[in-house]
Nanobody, 124 residues
Framework: QVQLVESGGGLVQAGGSLRLSCAAS????????MGWFRQAPGKEREFVAA????????LYADSVKGRFTISRDNAKNTVYLQMNSLKLEDTAVYSC?????????????????WGQGTQVTVSS
């Protein structure tokens, strides 16, 4: 069992930055792939980024590539999403999730554990 709690969301102007954190608990956290997803009002949930348990591999949605960076600190049981050059269209609820393997890391259906989400609002 893995429990996930996100933090760091808020209101930011376009072009600004935010860093989201996802604190995990559970014995097997460090062996899980960790992902970030987001869901805007009236839209489907979409993949944002994922990182392999070792931190050696990362994956990004095209829409955030070059602007967002995912990282993890297994000693602190925390995964981060650094978001730079934020755009209005980045406004959404961001959730972290844990997956038991790397295969299918960009697909929400494969993730077994989810946090409650944190709101990110980008204003003009």
């Amino acid at each position: 069992q893995v429990q996930l709690v996100e933090s760091g969301g808020g209101l930011v102007q376009a072009g600004g930055s935010l860093r989201l954190s996802c604190a995990a608990s559970g014995r097997t956290y460090s062996r899980h792939t960790m992902g970030w997803f987001r869901q805007a009002p009236g839209k489907e949930r979409e993949f944002v980024a994922a990182i392999r348990w070792s931190g050696g591999s990362t994956l990004y949605a095209d829409s955030v590539k070059g602007r967002f960076t995912i990282s993890r600190d297994n000693a602190k049981n925390t995964v981060y999403l650094q978001m730079n050059s934020l755009k209005l269209e980045d406004t959404a609820v961001y959730s972290c999730a844990a997956h038991s393997s790397w295969a299918g890391a960009s697909t929400a259906a494969g993730y077994e554990y989810w946090g409650q989400g944190t709101q990110v609002t980008v204003s003009s």
